[in-house]
């Protein structure tokens, strides 16, 4: 599966999930932008990347503010050129337990996580639909079936999946897909952060007993992005290890 | 896994009566490196022994029973039995974890969210998912990833020109994306989940259908 000379929009691709999906699809042709709320990081990313013989970009963005993403847009369609490819991966989790979550991480999250994948969409849609092709791919999480002091993650990520369903039927006829990918556990620095004692716990309940690789998810990201991969739309694939099957609650 | 590490030799058993998809499938596999074995999706035994005896690891199996072509002869009970007896016979040679696992995939139909004149191929359908998702709890551990691609029946089926069922005002469903659902489709999406780098994708269900499952509440 190769993305020659197509070019994608990947948010919140400075680090982690995002940057894996930047450095894969730059790998298999791909001119990429990568979009982050930490514009030096997306800077530093993309030199590396073009280090590698590859084509990106890095430019700021807060994908809760229409004249931003607006901007956005508009610079990387100058270069490197109209969007192919929206990879809406920009996200935060607030792990709150329902007495204790306040109302300002309850609405940042809302905003980052669903607003963003909006505001971005709208633009990436608006370019599209007179090419008649696109792919726009969504990153939920296998959160969004719910899990223990997630009430504002899981909730956003759920946005996420209905937001895909609707695009997906509405932008159908015009030749434009848009899937979702839903990871499970990921090895990413944010994760590492947890406790010992914590991961323990988390590797029990997967059904697989492993963690999965930001590269998993970028792979599943490719093969949506495929320009010949037409007839599949509006799914959801969770990239989980079988969690998304059985997760055996081990806290509450 | 990167592009670069991948394995070299890939074995594949494809299990089938022999179907459009199936032909498709084995070309694209075949584009991309594998070798496929093909047999029937009811074995004999003896059959399975054969091809074991020549290979040391099997990488994937393709369960292929037919469902996209339709036939008034097909039952649910029948077809997840095949399945299981199948997996059965190939588990002590499926590739282990260590070496990178391996992948089993059903094709399976859209049916499997309800059609009314097909309860027979819907039944099927379904119980190939739950079948599905129960043996990916179970091989999980040993490596070994179990995936559904669930198609419309695909430009060339008969079903397809199935019309407008008796007693009914729906339609055949048809994709909403501009060009239709082909066998090729769906051998696409077969070979991502038989990729090695697919290894942490189990238990799921892809709709291979130019948007015709979203309209259903269980295809979420």
Request: glycine letters at 10%.
């Amino acid at each position: 599966m190769r993305l020659n000379g197509k070019v994608a929009v990947i948010t919140g691709a400075a680090s982690g999930i995002g940057l894996a999906v930047a450095e894969d699809f730059a790998a298999n042709g791909a001119k990429v932008v990568i979009a982050d709320i930490a514009a030096d990081r997306a800077g530093e990313a993309a030199q590396r990347i073009t280090g590698s013989g590859g084509t990106a970009v890095g430019l700021g963005v807060d994908v809760t503010d229409r004249g931003a993403v607006t901007a956005l847009f508009e610079q990387a369609e100058a270069e490197p050129g109209p969007v192919d490819i929206l990879i809406n991966n920009a996200g935060i989790s607030i792990d709150r337990g329902v007495r204790r979550i306040t109302d300002e991480e309850w609405q940042r999250t809302i905003a980052i996580n669903q607003t963003g994948v909006f505001l971005c969409s709208q633009a990436a849609a608006t370019s599209m639909i007179p090419r008649r092709t696109g792919r726009i791919i969504n990153v939920s999480s296998r959160a969004w079936l719910g899990w223990f002091a997630q009430l504002a993650y899981s909730s956003s990520k759920g946005g996420v999946v209905s937001a895909t369903r609707s695009l997906a039927i509405e932008l159908a006829k015009y030749g434009i897909t848009v899937n979702c990918l839903a990871p499970g556990l990921i090895d990413t620095p944010l994760l590492r952060r947890e406790p010992q004692e914590v991961m323990d716990r988390l590797l029990q309940a997967q059904p697989m007993g492993s963690l999965g690789a930001a590269d998993d998810v970028a792979w599943a990201a490719r093969f949506f992005a495929d320009p010949a991969n037409h007839s599949v739309t509006g799914q959801v694939l969770y990239v989980c290890g079988g969690k998304s099957l059985y997760a055996q609650p081990a806290s509450s | 896994m990167t592009d670069s590490q991948l394995p070299h030799s890939r074995v594949a058993v494809l299990a089938s009566p022999g179907s459009a998809t199936a032909t498709a499938i084995a070309a694209c596999l075949g584009d991309a490196g594998w070798t496929v074995k093909t047999i029937n999706e009811d074995p004999d035994p003896a059959e399975i022994n054969a091809l074991l005896a020549e290979h040391e690891a099997i990488d994937g199996l393709i369960y292929e029973p037919g469902l996209l072509d339709g036939g008034d002869g097909i039952n649910a009970g029948d077809v997840v039995g095949s399945l299981l007896k199948v997996v059965e016979q190939l588990r002590p040679q499926l590739r282990p974890r260590a070496d990178g696992g391996a992948r089993i995939i059903a094709i399976s139909s859209r049916d499997g969210l309800g059609w009314p004149d097909r309860p027979h191929i819907a039944a099927a359908a379904a119980a190939l998912t739950a079948v599905s998702r129960s043996l990916a709890l179970q091989l999980g551990p040993n490596g070994v990833t179990v995936n559904v691609v669930a198609a419309l029946p695909p430009q060339g089926s008969v079903l397809r020109d199935a019309g407008r069922p008796a007693g009914t005002h729906l339609r055949e469903p048809e994709p909403l994306t501009p060009a239709p659902v082909t066998p090729q489709d769906i051998a696409s999406t077969s070979e991502f989940f038989l990729d090695a780098r697919s290894g942490y994708i189990t238990g799921q269900v892809l709709y291979c259908c130019g948007g015709a499952s979203l309209l259903s509440s269980l295809s979420v």
